[in-house]
């Protein structure tokens, strides 16, 4: 999946598709690049895109977090469902208060 707006899409979808009562969705992107040198020649070059989704949800005091690197429909699907289960057997955290409100998305 490429493009800011399909992965703002896809973001929005999950939080509003969840059933909990709080629902978090973050996605990191990073573009990274290696080259080495031997010689005063290039020796290897490696270069990697990597995007990963952290997703948090509240069921109440109970938290549960996942995180995938899969952005296939079916996997989206399959990890807002693990979330949710994780969630609800977990032990209520007492000093948990709320998840942070929406905010804007800052420009980096």
């Known amino acids: 999946m ?26 990191l992107t990073e ?11 290039v020796h290897q070059h490696v270069a990697e ?6 997703l948090r949800v509240v069921w109440g005091k109970r938290i549960a977090v996942v995180t995938t690197n899969t952005f296939q429909p079916s996997s989206i699907k399959k990890i807002l469902q693990k979330a949710n289960s994780l969630a ?13 409100g929406p905010r804007p998305i800052p420009r980096i």
């Open 2 to 27: 490429t493009g800011k707006e399909a992965f703002l899409r896809l973001l929005k979808n999950m939080v509003q598709e969840s059933p909990a009562d709080q629902t978090e969705a973050i996605l």
């Open 31 to 41: 573009d990274s690049s290696l080259t080495r040198f031997a010689d005063s020649a």
């Open 49 to 54: 895109v990597n995007q990963t989704l952290i």
């Open 88 to 100: 609800k057997v977990q032990h209520p955290n007492d000093e948990f208060i709320s998840l942070p």
